[in-house]
């Protein structure tokens, strides 16, 4: 799990991050030129200073040639990973333990995804071969069962349970709306998002995050260098995933209030930077809030909430902008829907533009720790990210 870890030997000096929304009149090539652009001059370099490169991305492009055809790098490494919705993530951990094992001393990670004129409604991935016993159900089913199963275990009426989720919901779009980059900038009203027509089990469509187009960029060198380039880098101070052994849906004990690749991940990023405390030593956070039931198990899995209390720290406003633990102050996957290649470092350019001062109306208080988390697959099998990141070195 590499608990060794990686606290203070890597930092982000230059970010960048597309708009998410749908983009008909952008390409893949597109997108990625302008992430990674942005993410040049706000480091204060050119590209040809770059030396090695990690794509993420999942179904829009195959291989280097995805990056390097319309950055036109010059014969450098570029390495395209995936691992489904971490997959933006996955290409910052790369990237940083490159640099940190000392064979770079400048990178690019960069994620990208296009969806919206696939000629899908979102993301049409192949699924990979199983012996046929696997069950053939959509991203809302999957992650549905987690709220019947929460309010069961803890007590909760259908219409307690459903002001909660309401809630999460309307703290992402809330943020969103003071959002410029984000797709939907729009606060939406409770009543609204409790009467959304339903989707799968007890959720509604404004349970449910967007599709969207977009890419996202962070340019990584060794502590030491970073202030050659930048008096304000982001230090990362753990990096962490978990890939479970897919036995959810076989165990009898597993009862969908909890993801178990959460909880592995966490416990080792909080290992590598010598958190003991989450509640109180993490400022902020960005998690993958793809339905509003998961960001609700989040909670608890990462330890921002006690077991079966999470619902009530969501009532009593904990996470909000004002709140004790702000969680997802850019708006999340809510605001700006989910290109997967690019939602990782969409979250880790929150983390950036907050502790830099930079993120307009949103900006909360000097936050000094952040944390961003990333899942792909389904509650009873799935990878799990976790990066905690600063704005001081420890």
Same mark, same amino acid.
């Given at each position: 799990?590499g608990?060794k870890?990686?606290t203070?030997?890597?930092?982000v000096?230059?970010? *960048?991050?597309?708009?998410?929304a749908?983009?008909w009149?952008?390409?893949?090539d597109? %997108?990625l030129?302008e992430a ?5 001059? @706000?480091?204060g370099?050119e590209p040809s ?12 492009g ?5 990056l390097?055809?319309?950055l ?7 390495t395209?990973v995936? =691992?489904?919705?971490?997959?933006g ?6 990237a ?8 770079y001393?400048?990178v690019l990670? &960069?994620?990208?995804?296009? %969806?919206?004129d696939?000629g899908?409604?979102?993301? =049409?991935?192949?699924k990979?071969? =199983?012996? *046929?016993?696997?069950p053939?159900i ?11 199963a929460?309010?069961? $275990? ?6 307690q349970?459903?002001?909660v989720l ?8 809330y943020n ?10 729009n ?5 609204? &998002? ?24 962070a ?6 260098d970073a202030?050659?380039?930048?008096k @304000?880098?982001m ?7 978990a ?10 004990d ?6 178990k690749?959460n ?10 930077a ?17 339905f ?5 198990v ?9 077991r ?7 009532? =009593?406003g904990v996470?909000e902008l ?8 850019d708006?999340?996957? $809510?605001s700006?829907g989910h ?16 502790f830099?001062?930079k993120?307009g109306?949103?900006q909360?208080d000097?936050? $000094?720790?952040?944390?961003t988390?990333? %899942? *792909?697959?389904?509650?009873m ?6 990066s &905690?990141?600063?704005k001081?070195?420890?």
């Amino acid at each position: 799990m590499g608990k060794k870890g990686i606290t203070d030997k890597v930092a982000v000096i230059g970010m *960048g991050c597309t708009r998410f929304a749908e983009h008909w009149d952008k390409s893949v090539d597109d %997108l990625l030129v302008e992430a990674a652009y942005e993410a040049f001059a @706000d480091a204060g370099i050119e590209p040809s200073d770059v030396e090695a490169a990690w794509l993420g991305t999942m179904i829009s492009g195959y291989a280097g040639i995805t990056l390097s055809g319309p950055l036109k790098t010059q014969f450098i490494p570029v390495t395209r990973v995936e =691992n489904m919705c971490a997959t933006g993530s996955e290409a910052f951990r790369n990237a940083c333990y490159a640099v940190a094992s000392g064979a770079y001393d400048i990178v690019l990670a &960069i994620g990208v995804e296009k %969806l919206k004129d696939s000629g899908f409604s979102g993301l =049409n991935a192949p699924k990979p071969a =199983n012996d *046929g016993t696997v069950p053939n159900i959509s991203a809302p089913a999957s992650f549905s069962f987690l709220a019947p199963a929460y309010y069961e $275990k803890y007590g909760l009426s259908n219409e307690q349970g459903r002001e909660v989720l309401s809630r999460i919901a309307w703290k992402n779009h809330y943020n969103g709306s003071l959002n410029p980059k984000a797709q939907y900038r729009n606060e939406v009203p409770m009543e609204k &998002i409790t009467k959304s027509p339903m989707v799968a089990a007890l959720l509604g469509i404004m349970d449910c995050s967007g599709v969207a187009d977009g890419a996202a960029a962070a340019i990584i060198v060794r502590t030491e260098d970073a202030h050659k380039y930048k008096k @304000d880098p982001m230090y990362v101070k753990a990096l962490s995933i978990a890939a479970g052994p897919g036995d959810g849906r076989l165990r009898q004990d597993y009862d969908f209030t909890t993801i178990k690749e959460n909880v592995a991940a966490a416990a080792a990023a909080y290992a590598q930077a010598g958190i003991k405390n989450p509640r109180k030593e993490i400022d902020m956070a960005e998690v993958h809030d793809c339905f509003t039931p998961t960001e609700l198990v989040i909670y608890e899995d990462l330890g921002f909430s006690e077991r079966g209390h999470g619902w009530q720290d969501v009532l =009593n406003g904990v996470f909000e902008l004002d709140g004790e633990l702000p969680v997802n102050p850019d708006g999340g996957l $809510k605001s700006f829907g989910h290109p997967i290649g690019a939602s990782g470092l969409r979250m880790l350019y929150e983390m950036y533009l907050q502790f830099q001062g930079k993120a307009g109306k949103r900006q909360l208080d000097n936050p $000094k720790i952040g944390l961003t988390h990333n %899942l *792909g697959g389904t509650p009873m099998q799935c990878v799990s990210f976790i990066s &905690i990141v600063g704005k001081e070195i420890s």
